[in-house]
Structures are given as C-alpha cells and as structure tokens.
C-alpha cells in the first residue's frame, strides 16, 4: 500500500455505489471543507498557545537534552493530532470505509502546514506592531522562542514545515498500520513519561544507589540525554513487538477479550478464556502490591514521599466524594467543607497555638473528634439538600462550602478559629509512642497516609457492595425506580454524604498535622472543583478508577495547594485541569478506569451498536484496534 | 414499609424543625434591629448587641439602592442562565465568564479609545461602540462554548453537561488570565452625568442606568420569548426537542440562537458592570456569576421574572443583611459575613420552597 | 428495614476493621522502624537541625578567627557547623525562588519571581561560577503549598538559599523545612511579625533562624500609620478595613493596636471578602461611628470598589481615605479615585537607589522588567526581590572559595554573613538585619496622592516618614 498505488489507484464513483472492496483515493481527493476547517482551528489553536505564554514559561525544562524542551513540546504536539483527525474519515454505519492510503498523509501535512501558518503570521505580528497592552506574552522572549533565536525569516518558514512534518505524521498513523503506530505512540509516550519522571526516576535510583543509572540517562539540566532517548525508543519498540507477539499468540483463540472487556455482548467464549486467565495474575497482584507499596516509601526520596503523600490526601478526598457523586449520583460541589472540619477539628484541638481549647489532646483523641463532627457537618448538609434536583443540589452544596469557609475566616468566629490568621504551631501525630509523623519527615506522613487510604479503599470497597451501597448505585440510575423497590432514598443519600464526609476529614486532619497550620484560603471552591475533576478523570464510581485519577492529576499536575512533577505546568494549572474536564465529559465520561456499571448507563447506546457490529459476521474479521464506528465494516 | 414511613418524617421533622430555625434567628434580628430604632436603650436591644449600631436613613436608604443595583446585574447575569436552562434544561455554569470575558472587552477597547482621545469627545458613541463590541465577543464565546463542549452532550445525563460547564468556567477563567496578564484593568474615567448623584434621588447616574438597563433588557427577553417567532420556536424546543424537529423547527438552529442571546445579555452585563465599579480582573465573573447563577435557582429556574426577582432578592439581602440582622443579633464584622448571607438566602428560600420562588412545582420524576 | 441491614453490615464491619487497622498498624510501625535504620539521611538531617538553633550566636563574633593564610578558604566566612556545598567545575550554583505564581495571588509572586531573574542576570558569576534558579517554585500563598516547594528544595543538597515566600502563611509551612535543611530563606515580602519577632526580643511563634527578609515587619507599618492619622492629620477616631487575607487582616489589627495605643479611639474594624465588589455594606457599618480616617491596607480590585464607593456612603463623605503598599501600584494610582488618599508602605522611592551589588539603579531595572515582560511589575515587592537575591548572592561569594577548581560554599558561613548585614546599599534602602532576620530598611513612608496622571509623582510625593 505505497503512494504509487495509492496514486494509481481509480477513484471510486460517488459515495452511493461504493464497492464492497475498500476503494482507494487520489492524494488531492480531499474534503477541502474540512482541511480548511482544521487547519483555521490548529492555527488558532497554535497562536493560542503562544500567547498564553506557555512555549516561554516551558522552555526552561528540558525535555530532550539539547533538542527538545517542554515549551516546544507545547507547540508540537496540536498539528499530529489535528492531523490525525483531518485524515480521519467519518464513515457511516453499515457503510463501506476507504482504503487508508497516502491521501491520509496528504490531509494530515496540508491541516499542519495551514495551521502552523498561523504561528508565522504571529512571528510577522510580533516583529512589526505592539499589542503587548492587552496581551501580555506578546513579547520578545515569545519571538525568540519562535524564530529559534535565530531570525525572522527563519522563525517564519520553519514553522509550516514543521506542521507539515508533525502533521503528515499523525495522518500516517491511519496509514501505517495499527501496528507500527502502537509502537509509535508508545515510543513516545515512555520517552515523554522517562523525561516527566525525572526527579522521580533520579530519586529512586538514589534510593536503590543506582546513581549512575540516571545520571547517564539524564543531562545536567534535566532533559533525557539523546543516547538514553534512542535506548529508550528501542526498548519501547522491541517490547511493543514483544507484546504484540503475545497477543497474536493468545489473540488467535480469542480476538476481542483484550480489546473490548467491558461489551457486554462479547461472547461466551471468550469471555470464558479471560475469566480463567485473571486469577493467577490477581493473585499475584494482590500479594505484591501492598508490599511494594509499604516497601517502595523506603527507597524514595523526601521530594517523591512528599509528593506521594500529597497524592494519598487526594486519594482520600476522592474516594470520599466518590462515595457521594460516583456511587450515590449527588454533585456535591461543597465537598471542600468536610475536608475543612476536619482540618480545623484537629488544628483546634491539638494546637497550642489555637485560642481555644487549651488542654491539648492527642492527635488520634482529635481524629475522633473530627469524624464525629464531619459526620454531623454531613448529616447537616446532607439533610436540606437531598430533596432538591440535581442543578439545585450542586449550587446549594457549593454555597455549604463557601459559608463554611466564610465562617472559619471570620473575625466574628475567630476566637476559636483565629480567623485569618490560621491556626499555627500544630504538633504532629505521636503514635502510640513509638513514632512521630511530622511534615519534616514526608516518609512517616505517607505511612500516616498510606494507612488512612488503605482503610478509606476497604471501606468503599465493602460498602459498593453492601445492601447500602447497591441502594446507592439503584437511587444514582433512577431514583424514582429505586423508590418504587423499596429503597429509602433518603436515608440511602444521607448515609452517603456521612460517610463521605467522614472520609474527607481524615484528609484534613492529617493535613493539619503534615502542614502544622491552616488557613481558611486552603478550603476555597477550587478545591472542590479538583476533587471533582480527580473523580470524573479517574473513573465515577470505581475505587481503581479514582485512585489512578488521583495519582495521574495530582501526582503530575498538583493539586491546588500542591505542587506536582511537573512545576512548569502551575501557571497553567486550572486551565488544564478545565480543559482536562471538559475533554473527559466529551471523550470518556466514564473515566480513566471506568466502572463497568456507570460506562454502560453513559454509552448504552454506543455500546449496543458496537456489540451489534461485532455480532455481525463481517465484524470478526476486522482487526481489534478499537470499537469506533468509523472502522466498522459490513 | 412502615419503617420507610417513619424515617422520611424523621428527615421532614429535621428539615421544618432548620426552617423554623432559619426563620427564627432572621425574626429575632430584624426585631432586635427595629428594638433598636426606636431606643437602643430598651432592654430586648441591649439584651441582643449592647454595642449595635443604628443606621440613619440615608444609610439605610443607601444600602438599598446598592444593594437594588447590584441584584439587578445579579438579575441581567441570571436571565442568561435562565434562557439557557428554560430550552436546554442545564445550567451553563460558565455563563459568569462570558461576562468577565465582556466585561474584560469593554475595558481594553474603552481604554484604547481613551488612549485615542474619543472617549472624551464623544462618550455616548464610544459606549455604544463598547457595547456593540462586547455583545459580538460574548456572543461568539457563547456560541463557540456551545458548539465544542455542549452540543456533543446533548441526550447525556444531566449532570455530565453541568460538569462540563464546570470545566469551561475554569477554562476560560484561566484563558484570560493567561493571555490578558493578572493585572486589574480599569475603565477610563466616566463623564459627570453618570459618577454625579443626581437631584432626582439622589442616587448616581450609573446605578439608575443599571436598573433602566436591566429592566428594559427583561422586557425585551421576554417580548423575544412570548412574541416572536423564534421565541415561539424556544418554548416549542423547551417543550420538547423532537417534536419541535418534527415540525419543521431547526432545533441547533434554536439552541444557537439561545446561547447568543444569553451572550449577548452578558456582553450588555459586563460593560454595565464597568461603568458600576470601573475595575475587571479575570476572577470578575465567578462570584457574580455563583450569585446570578443562585438568583436564578431562588428566583424559579427557567422563569424570566423570577431570575429577575431572585437576583433583586439576593442584591438586597446581602446588602441589608448583614446590618439588619447580624449586626443587631452581637455578630463583630458582619460584612465579613456577606457571601454566606447570600448563599443563606438561598438555602433557606429552597428550603421552604423547594422549586424557588417562581418556580414551577415539578413532578418527583425530574429531580435527578 | 434498611437501617437494621445497614446496622448489622456496620458492627459486622467493625470487627473486620480491628483485623484490618492491627495489620495495617503493625505493617507501618515496622516499616518505621525500618526508616530509622536508613541512616543516611536521617543523620544528614539531624546534623542541621541541632546547630540550627545556635545560629544566631555565631553571629555575635562575625568573622572571629580568620582563617590560616595557607587555608584555601582565603577569607571565606563561615565555621562549616552547617556543611559545606561543592558545586563542580562547570556546574551552576543552586539558588531557588519559590513565590506564588498561580493563582489569585500571581499579581504578588511573578514580580518578586522576575525580580530574582533579573538580579541574577545582573550580578553575574562568583568566582567564575553562573547562578542557576532552576525551575521557579510555586509557594501557592498557602501554607500547603510552601511546604511542598520547600520540600522539593530541602531535597535538593546543591541549593543554598531561596528568595520566597510571597505570602506569610507559605513561610510558616516553608521556613522551617529550609533552614533546618541548613538553607536560608530570604523573603521579599512576608510582613507577619510571627515569622521574626516584635522588636522587644521576643523571638515571633514561627521563627526560625536562617530566616531573613527585606520586607518590612507589619508593626512597623501599622506604628507608622497610626502616628501619621493620630498626629499629623490630628485625627483620633479611625476605622480599619480588611479583606480577610492574613496580610491585610494583620496590619489592620497591628494600625488598631498602635492607634489605641496612641490614645485614640478605633470606632470601627470589619472585613470584607475577595471577589466582593459591592461595598456599601461594610461601609455603611463603619460610617456608623463617623470616623475621621478610614484605612484600608487591601488589594485591587477590592481596594478600586472601596475607594470608588466610600464617598457615596453618607457618614464618610469627609472621611480620609489611607490604604498601604498593596495599592501603592501604578494601576491603582491612575484612577481618579485615589486621588487625595495617604498611602503607607515601604520607602517606594527607589528612583535614585542603586544596588551596590550590581550596580543597577531602581530605574534601570524597572526598565528591564517592562521590556522584558510587557507590563509593570504588579505589586511593591520587586525591589525587595531584588534586593534579596543580591543580598544572597553576596552571601554566596563571602561564604565560598574555590579549591581544585570546584566551588566550595559553606552554609554557615552564608548564614554569618546575613546575619552580619548591616549599611547595605539596596534598592530599597539601607538595608540591616537584625538578630531576628529583619534586614529591611524599616523605614516606612506616606505617600499624598494627588493627581492621577501623575503616577509615579504620587508615589514620590512623601508627607510623612518613620520612625
């Protein structure tokens, strides 16, 4: 399937009398419509980007060592996908697709060419008028970036043939075969996860004394040395042969067990072959996991245990609020509040610093006290509000928050709470005399966390398949069905935002004794709105899910007090994190690590049709790539 | 069966038993306020706050004129959650930024004519020019919102695209930031005829201009709505979107042209907002737009007047609120205290009426 | 029928906890144990953490015992009692700044953050060695977010000093991880009296040694403003307003202290919220005791609403308007608004000032900062910022030598130095530290506000200085 044939190739009558052989078409057989339309959006998209700032702000972290650096990244990475897309062909249902041939190439390099023209208008921009007034990047640390801190005219004819380059490569993708672009994507993405993981990846290496091991693969300043980069690339290369090899192996007996394990329809048999073949690996993965999650903080670093121990506070916020909006369908956007009872709960009562309360009581005698009283802040929360709709429901939790969070500031309350001025000096958890957690030591907090999570995960877990948790998911599919079977919705949701509130200060409350203060601006909407993302990101409803969110998001991105891997990115932050939402809503509302339950409830429909494309004898010859219908064939 | 029974009361025990209480503490603060009036030294007064102060008239006349004006850019802000919710049946929650975003419009291009000398010479071509400019910007932000991030999700679970909305506000929140820089921008200096108090109530000229605006744009709403036919065409999509494509009606068509005017209203909100308190930074729209989009829920979601209604409702209790009913009851720094009257205000309307104020009652299927 | 279900499913869960918590506890109490035998860096930590506190006594006999002639150290200061940084040949020294530069809060950080870029830009090498600020931190302005940046520094062993945090409530989380690293921390704009002391030798709740700054200490600020309304407006009746941030709320009090101190009547004192722009309200409750100055030490754009609507309140149309540094910006000042107001802060006119560092005036690098970032800085701090990293890189030199071509820095020395600060030519003033990390000049001043096209003659146009 080279361009010559694709070339040769005749051009198929109109879209009505399409053969039943995949027809091929001439590389200037294009939508054009569509290729203007995408290259006016990647050319928006790219100016956008540049001047948010983000190539400047970026530039600093290496990626690559000499050749590649984050801000780069940050103008590079649009014109593949865009050109992925544009050589996309949407194909009917029960329709025939065309053959993908170098017209895919084509459609990708002309979107990046048009699109990156926008970048050399802005280059043109920059050096002849002056808008800085209102836009603040437009700047000459941007033009420098832009013109590779060589001249204009440079700067302005590099840039489409970059687009055309990465764009033709994301058209490609269709072109070359499922396989090589797996291993492309692959080949990629563990070169960007080696060079995003770097303080990680350096940390461990200290901490098993394999220094020399990342400081061959690292340069002075961060970014992946090329040698490294090329061992990588090969070694992602060979394993994805490696993998796909297997596959083939096994993938004879059964297709579609790997490709698409939550359709329900897949069949008997194959889901027969997956069901024998999970326990040996569960097994495994249920006696080493936890071992190596109590070990592994041994051998990390303060910066990784620090990081690690933030994404477990994420992990129990999470896993709280999935108990509210994953398992029992309420949007609570106030959710931030129980994390500030518990806060304050223990920062009030532990502190000699507090103007309340003088005898200080232990730690564990404080985390009771917090559970009660998030529990009541839940039962008091929870009560109004579970009779309202939906939309209502979100704002009325919203504005629980936002007083909670007004009172703690107040200068009225602030004989307990001592207003804005936080409560500071908070000591930290004594355990039993043995030990002390403190935030010096971000090793013992993760412990501290690590524990807290392993309750919070065997709690929800037990509970998603409790009497109260099926009555959850039941009011979540249909309350008013729920209601005819006799469940007590009522009580079913009041039940939910206890405990999770309950959940939430267990995160506050170590936070207090991490941190040794706080301050009413830790409690603000935003913390709602990331706990909110971590949920829906990771996957509503799954415990699995929710933990992979939080490690992914907080762990990388930061959370909105916290820093993640990846610094750079604080600025940019919210912005991402908004992006990231609406992406999730529009591509994957079920999440990273769906619940097979709530992605039936979100795609029936899709999952009915491809169940019934697979269900046709046609379908079982099609290869395994995915269960979009733009593949599909009669 | 019976044990259902019994827990339901128990919750319906509790929640008139926090009426009840809500309605209490607010009679025994308005009371110890009037006690107060007409002798600070009368013992019920004294009893509450020893210290309370008293407000003369014109304060007190002050602090509802504010609080009139300010519940009616609460109110203009909720129309557009209103149009939208009414066809849509989702809350917009971004809706606030489009209106930061007009807001931010009017104050670069007002300064750009200021800078130009025309801002001055002719102010009233000017602000129109602002106006027509903001309205286009908050249009095309709206309508573009609606067709990337809502139109995909049409048919989903409700909440899937209330969450999006989520996401967009923090997105475009985030996109000013980014490209406008974190500084506060400022609107040019106004002519004397609006900073001035003017003789008839003395009350200045922006703040009447608000409320003129304000009403008149209700007005045209709801002329749109009842009157036209495309109006006629939204209530028919409101109804129900498939058989309004069934007869014959564009319902994209109808959505766009919802969201457009939603925008456009925020456009007319932002640059009213300028000329009210001359400053915009890019977190402008999210407490406004959290008030509007609750003026909206206590006024009745969906119902023109009620958004109205509600946002006067919320302008006016966080304005006299925290003087009328904190302050007498021995609270230091009830102005401190403002947001969470405003969001009191709206729990306690849902709690005694749970459809809002001029909400329809629906039936038990809806609330998901 | 549910909740019996659920009661049972709840004690026969409490059973299974108590197995699951005793593991689990047991589990972690080894691995405890376990990372105490990790000898390392728990050592490494200790060794800080003991001489941290016996810090500022060395600074009583700065530079005591100079070196032997023969001693490569040359005249570097410093005993080595907190370890000794090498930075090899070719390699940059490590400095870090950790300012907010997200959030609401950005407007305070970036400044203080670019500020430190173009001070390192400006003193060039030591002894041959580049400055290196690595990725710039985030403190967030918040207590969490202080800690988990300082905790990526404290980790970093080649880092010697950082110049953060913007907001007070990072430093109390950020400065003890620091300075018990062996680190210095030195601030450009924390103000709280907590974080150094009250200048009766009463060492503030969240002092740590190896803390400095270059901002003033809010008492200073709050005195300066109180003399100023009690004696030189004659007025003995004020009110304060807030905004409920740390900042703001703390020079509110500290004015309240020191007015009534004065023996003048502080008739009223509330806060508003961020976000808020309706301010008629708290206006109104503070008109009620007819005060003759109203000061508010907030922000923009609150600051912009207060000043608009204050006049329009009946019961302070005649009232004098005094706001402090955090409106003393350019945008602020060109409204016709602020026009007639006093506005404290620290000594702004660093027009003729000259680092003594670099070399650079005040206008030279203001310049620099425009040109490169397309707007002027967004809040008072970037001098302080500047200041504070030449004051750190000062340090670096004196505290360092080089031996075998490597750099060797001793971080006592560097702490010796700071401590030893005092006549220094900054930016924004003469700068001096004090046993307790203050090293700003503490010369606060009033500023009279009268013409906004005027901008910059309004923040030199100073009635008043204290002390």
Redesign the interface.
């Known amino acids: 399937m080279n361009m010559i044939e694709a070339l040769t190739a005749a051009r198929p009558g109109s879209g009505k009398t399409r053969a039943a052989a995949p027809a091929r078409r001439r590389l200037l057989d294009q939508d054009w419509r569509r290729l203007a339309c995408a290259g006016a959006v990647l050319a928006v998209g790219q100016v956008?980007i540049a001047?948010?700032?983000?190539p400047v702000t970026f530039d600093?972290?290496l990626l690559i060592d000499p050749i590649l650096s984050l801000g780069y990244l940050a103008l590079l990475w649009l014109p593949p996908v865009v050109g992925n897309w544009v050589g996309r062909e949407q194909v009917l249902e029960g329709m025939a697709a065309y053959a993908k041939g170098g017209r895919d190439v084509v459609a990708g390099a002309m979107a990046g060419l048009l699109g990156n023209l926008g970048l050399t208008l802005l280059v043109l921009g920059i050096t002849h008028f002056d808008v800085?007034?209102?836009?603040?990047?437009?700047?000459?640390?941007l033009l420098g970036i832009l013109e590779f801190d060589q001249s204009v005219w440079l700067g302005a004819l590099v840039w489409p043939a970059i687009g055309a380059a990465t764009g033709a490569l994301g058209g490609a993708m269709h072109w070359m075969g499922d396989k090589t672009a797996r291993t492309m994507v692959l080949a990629l993405s563990t070169v960007f996860a080696a060079a995003v993981l770097e303080s990680v990846i350096v940390?461990l290496s200290q901490g098993f004394h394999i220094e020399a091991v990342s400081d061959w693969l690292y340069g002075?300043q961060r970014g992946l040395t090329l040698a490294a980069t090329a061992v990588i690339v090969a070694v992602a290369v060979a394993a994805s042969a490696g993998f796909s090899w297997a596959r083939a192996a096994s993938g004879r007996t059964a297709p579609q067990a790997s490709a698409q394990p939550d359709a329900a329809g897949a069949g008997s048999l194959p889901a027969q072959t997956a069901w024998r073949r999970i326990p040996a690996r569960k097994l495994l993965g249920w006696a080493f996991a936890p071992a190596a999650i109590?070990?592994l903080?041994?051998f990390l670093?303060?910066?990784t245990n620090?990081?690690l121990a933030?994404v477990g506070l994420f992990i129990l916020l999470a896993l709280g609020l999935n108990i509210i909006v994953g398992l029992a369908?309420i949007?609570d956007?106030g959710y931030v509040a129980f994390f500030a009872v518990g806060g304050y709960s223990v920062a009030v009562l532990t502190s000699p610093?507090s103007p309340r309360f003088d005898p200080e009581i232990p730690w564990f005698g404080a985390l009771f006290a917090a559970m009660l009283l998030a529990g009541l802040a839940g039962l008091l929360i929870g009560?109004?509000v579970?009779?309202?709709?939906?939309?209502?429901l979100?704002?009325?939790t919203?504005?629980?928050g936002?007083?909670i969070r007004?009172?703690l500031?107040?200068?009225?309350l602030s004989g307990t709470f001592n207003?804005?001025?936080?409560i500071?000096?908070i000591p930290g958890v004594e355990?039993f005399g043995?030990?002390t957690v403190r935030?010096?030591e971000?090793?013992?907090v993760l412990?501290?966390v690590?524990?807290f999570c392993?309750?919070a995960i065997?709690?929800s877990w037990?509970l998603e398949n409790?009497?109260?948790g099926r009555?959850w998911m039941a009011v979540r599919e249909d309350?008013?069905v729920a209601e005819a079977m006799?469940?007590?919705t009522?009580?079913?949701k009041?039940?939910a935002f206890v405990t999770g509130a309950v959940l939430g200060s267990f995160s506050g409350a170590i936070?207090s004794a991490?941190?040794?203060?706080?301050?009413?601006?830790?409690f603000a909407i935003?913390v709602s709105?990331v706990i909110?993302?971590v949920v829906?990101f990771g996957g509503m409803g799954n415990i699995a899910g929710v933990v992979a969110g939080a490690v992914v998001l907080i762990g990388v991105l930061g959370?909105?007090?916290?820093?993640g891997l990846l610094?750079?990115f604080?600025?940019?932050?919210?912005?991402i994190?908004?992006?990231?939402?609406?992406w999730m809503?529009?591509q994957r509302?079920e999440g990273l690590i769906p619940s097979a339950r709530r992605a039936r409830?979100?795609q029936a429909n899709d999952v009915n049709q491809d169940a019934w494309l697979r269900a046709q004898p046609a379908g079982r010859a099609t290869d395994d790539a995915g269960g979009t219908s733009d593949r599909g064939r009669p | 069966?019976q044990?259902?029974t019994k827990?339901?009361t128990n919750?319906d025990w509790?929640?008139t038993v926090?009426r009840v209480a809500s309605l209490a503490v607010i009679a025994a603060g308005f009371a110890a306020f009037v006690a107060q009036l007409i002798d600070s030294d009368n013992p019920f007064a004294r009893w509450a706050n020893p210290d309370a102060i008293s407000l003369t008239g014109e304060q007190f006349r002050g602090l509802v004129v504010t609080g009139l004006a300010q519940g009616s850019m609460y109110g203009l802000i909720a129309l557009g959650y209103s149009m939208v919710?009414g066809v849509l049946g989702?809350?917009n929650f971004a809706h606030g930024e489009v209106f930061m975003v007009g807001a931010m419009t009017g104050a670069?291009t007002s300064?750009?004519l200021a800078e130009s000398g025309y801002w001055e010479s002719s102010f009233v071509v000017c602000l129109l020019l602002v106006v027509v400019l903001s309205m286009l910007v908050c249009t095309i932000t709206a309508v573009v919102m609606e067709r990337v991030?809502y139109r995909?999700?049409r048919g989903?679970?409700?909440?899937?695209?209330?969450?999006?909305s989520?996401?967009?506000?923090?997105?475009?929140?985030?996109?000013v930031?980014?490209?406008?820089?974190s500084t506060v921008k400022s609107y040019p200096d106004l002519p004397n005829w609006l900073t001035d108090k003017r003789t008839f109530l003395d009350v200045q000229g922006s703040k009447i201009l608000v409320v003129l605006v304000a009403a008149t744009a209700m007005v045209a709403l709801w002329y749109l709505v009842e009157k036209t036919k495309t109006g006629k065409a939204m209530r028919a999509v409101a109804e129900d979107a498939e058989i309004a494509s069934l007869m014959g009606i564009d319902v994209n068509r109808i959505i766009v042209k919802t969201f457009a005017v939603g925008g456009a209203m925020a456009g007319v909100a932002g640059i009213l907002w300028g000329l009210l308190f001359r400053s915009v930074i890019h977190t402008t729209g999210f407490l406004p737009g959290?008030k509007a989009?609750?003026s909206a829920?206590v006024g009745g979601?969906g119902n023109l007047g009620g958004s109205m209604a509600g946002g006067l409702t919320i302008g006016v209790a966080e304005s006299l609120g925290p003087l009328m009913i904190l302050e007498p009851l021995g609270?230091?720094?009830?102005s401190?205290?403002r947001?969470?009257v405003?969001?009191?205000v709206?729990?306690i309307v849902?709690?005694v009426r749970?459809s809002g104020l001029f909400g329809e009652q629906?039936p038990?299927?809806?609330?998901? | 029928?549910?909740?019996f279900?659920?009661s049972r499913?709840l004690a026969k869960?409490k059973g299974?906890?108590a197995w699951?918590?005793a593991v689990?506890?047991a589990?972690?109490?080894l691995?405890?144990?376990?990372?105490n035998d990790?000898d390392g860096?728990a050592v490494a930590?200790q060794a800080p953490l003991a001489t941290a506190t016996e810090a500022p006594m060395a600074t009583e006999a700065p530079a005591a015992d100079p070196a032997p002639a023969a001693d490569p150290r040359g005249d570097a200061v410093g005993d080595g009692s907190l370890g000794v940084v090498t930075v090899p040949a070719g390699?940059a020294i490590q400095i870090r700044s950790l300012n907010a530069?997200?959030?609401p809060v950005?407007f305070l950080g970036l400044p203080n953050q670019r500020a430190v870029e173009l001070a390192i830009a400006d003193y060039g090498d030591i002894s041959g060695f580049s400055v290196d600020m690595g990725?710039?931190?985030?403190g967030?302005?918040?207590?969490?977010?202080g800690?988990?940046?300082a905790?990526?520094i404290?980790?970093d062993e080649q880092v010697i000093g950082v110049i953060g945090t913007s907001c007070s409530?990072a430093a109390?989380?950020a400065a003890?991880?620091i300075t018990?690293a062996g680190m210095v921390i030195i601030s450009p704009s924390n103000t709280s009296p907590?974080l150094t002391s009250d200048f009766q030798g009463n060492p503030g709740?969240?002092y740590n040694a190896g803390y400095y700054r270059t901002a003033h200490n809010d008492l200073v600020q709050g005195a300066a403003m109180a003399n100023f309304v009690f004696s030189e407006l004659g007025i003995d009746n004020a009110a304060a307003l807030?905004d409920?941030?740390?900042y703001?709320?703390?020079l509110a009090s500290a004015f309240r202290n020191s007015f009534e101190e004065l023996g003048g009547t502080v008739s009223g004192?509330?806060?508003i919220?961020k976000g808020d722009t309706d301010m008629v309200p708290a206006l109104t409750e503070l008109a009620a005791g007819s005060p003759g100055a109203l000061f508010f030490p907030i922000f923009q754009p609150e600051g912009d609403f207060v000043a608009a609507q204050a006049p329009t309140v009946s019961g302070l149309e005649g009232t004098s308007l005094l706001a402090a540094d955090g409106l003393l910006v350019d945008d602020f000042l060109a409204l016709t608004d602020s026009v007639g107001m006093h506005f404290s802060g620290p000594d702004t006119r660093f027009g003729t000032n000259t680092n003594q560092s670099t070399g650079q005036s005040a206008d030279q690098i203001l310049a620099a900062y425009t040109?490169?970032?397309?707007?002027a800085p967004s809040a008072a701090f970037w001098g302080h910022a500047y200041d504070a990293a030449t004051l750190l890189l000062d340090a670096v030199a004196a505290a360092s030598w080089v031996e075998d071509g490597d750099l060797h820095i001793d971080r006592a020395g560097v702490r010796q130095h700071l401590n030893s600060v005092s006549g220094y030519n900054g930016i924004t003033g003469t700068l001096s530290c004090d046993d307790f990390g203050d090293c700003a000049s503490q010369k606060i001043t009033v500023v009279y506000h009268q013409d906004s096209e005027a901008v910059e003659a309004g923040k030199e146009n100073v009635v008043y200085s204290y002390p």
């Not at chain 3, 040109?371 to 707007?375: C, K, L, Y």
Request: include cysteine; charge should be negative.
């Open positions: 956008f001047l948010t700032g983000m600093r972290r800085r007034d209102p836009l603040v990047h437009w700047s000459p640390q940390d002075p109590i070990v903080p041994l670093g303060r910066l620090e990081l933030n369908g949007l956007l610093g009560a109004p579970i009779r309202m709709r939906g939309d209502y979100a704002v009325v919203l504005g629980f936002e007083i007004i009172l500031l107040s200068d009225w207003g804005a001025q936080g500071t000096n355990v043995l030990a935030g010096f971000p090793r013992s412990y501290l690590l524990f392993a309750i065997y709690v037990r409790s009497r109260i009555a309350e008013s006799g469940v007590d009522v009580s079913a009041i039940m936070l991490k941190v040794g203060s706080v301050f009413p601006h830790s935003i709105i909110l993302v829906i959370g909105p007090n916290q820093p610094q750079e604080a600025e940019y932050k919210i912005l994190y908004g992006a990231l939402l609406v809503m529009l509302p409830e979100l | 069966m044990k259902t827990q339901r919750v509790f929640l926090l919710y989702f809350i670069i300064n750009k991030a995909p999700l989903k679970p409700r909440l899937i695209p209330l969450i999006t989520i996401g967009v506000s923090f997105f475009l929140q985030n996109c930031l980014a490209l406008l820089g959290i989009f609750s829920v979601i609270v230091s720094g009830p401190q205290l947001d969470a405003a969001f009191a709206l729990i849902l709690l749970p629906l038990s299927d809806e609330r998901t | 029928m549910t909740r279900h659920s499913t869960r299974t906890f699951a918590i689990l506890a589990l972690s109490l691995a405890a144990s376990c990372g990790d860096p930590d390699e530069i997200s959030g950005a990725t710039p931190l985030d967030l302005c918040s207590s969490e977010g800690q988990a940046a905790q990526t404290a980790a409530g109390v989380a003890p991880l018990q907590a709740e969240s807030h409920g941030d740390p703001t709320q703390g004192f509330t806060g919220n040109q490169a970032h397309g707007e």
